[in-house]
């Protein structure tokens, strides 16, 4: 079973829609993000948590929100979607617990707003 | 982002060394990473290397990082076409502590 599981793994939605994107993790780890994958522009950070009660704003927060529901679970929201939030969205998770921090990632959700 | 700079496009021939280049700005960086992501997969980690040392190797993989220039590479030995991937460098800032910064991403591409 995957450690950070990503649902669901591709959407095609209509301009206007409001959309979740799930995230959960059996890694145990604290810290929970989001990214955005956009062909030649790498991986943006949009919001990220560092535990339940704790939500920071990314890169490029406008147009989304999140909702940490407990350790293990991290959402995603696009309130009204447009098409310019097509791409590839990453949720990762990482431990404060280590010094070297390295993040783990899910396999993705291909998000396609027409 | 733009504090990250990684080039585009790698291609090489199988069998022979693959070198993929990463510079970056912020020199309070603590440790530099290594993520390979495969086609319609995610970021898997690679290799990391703490900014106190100059060199890692983990069998076909070497990582050199050179802080005075703040460059680092990645060097695959005996390059597979299964080596194929985009490879993206990030970093963790001291200053911002559970944050990486990602580069681009060079894709590598192996010809047989």
């Known amino acids: 079973d995957a450690d950070v599981t990503q649902t669901p793994r591709n959407r095609i939605t209509k301009t206007g829609k409001r959309i979740m994107l799930e995230c959960s993790q059996t890694?145990?780890?604290?810290?929970m993000y989001w990214y955005r994958q956009d062909p030649g522009l790498g991986l943006r950070l949009i919001y990220y948590?560092?535990?339940?009660?704790?939500?920071n704003k990314g890169e490029i927060s406008d147009g989304y929100s999140v909702s940490r529901q407990a350790q293990a679970k991290f959402s995603l929201s696009l309130e009204s979607a447009i098409p310019n939030q097509t791409a590839l969205y990453f949720c990762a998770t990482g431990s404060g617990d280590t010094g070297n921090q390295p993040q783990h990632f899910g396999d993705g959700t291909r998000l396609s707003i027409l | 982002g733009e504090d990250v700079e990684q080039s585009l496009f790698l291609s090489v021939r199988e069998g022979d060394s693959s070198v993929i280049n990463c510079t970056y700005t912020?020199?309070?960086?603590?440790?530099l990473y290594w993520y390979k992501q495969e086609p319609g997969a995610g970021l898997q980690l690679l290799t990391y290397?703490?900014?106190?040392?100059d060199m890692k190797q983990d069998q076909r993989l070497t990582v050199l990082l050179n802080k005075k220039d703040k460059h680092l590479s990645l060097r695959i030995a005996d390059t597979q076409t299964g080596d194929s991937a985009i490879y993206f460098c990030?970093?963790?800032?001291?200053?911002?502590?559970?944050?990486?910064?990602f580069g681009r991403g060079t894709q590598l591409t192996v010809w047989p």
């Open positions: 948590s560092f535990d339940v009660k704790d939500i």
């Open positions: 990030a970093l963790l800032r001291g200053s911002t502590l559970g944050r990486l910064y």
């Open positions: 912020d020199s309070s960086s603590t440790y």
């Open positions: 890694k145990g780890h604290d810290r």
């Open positions: 290397i703490f900014s106190n040392m």
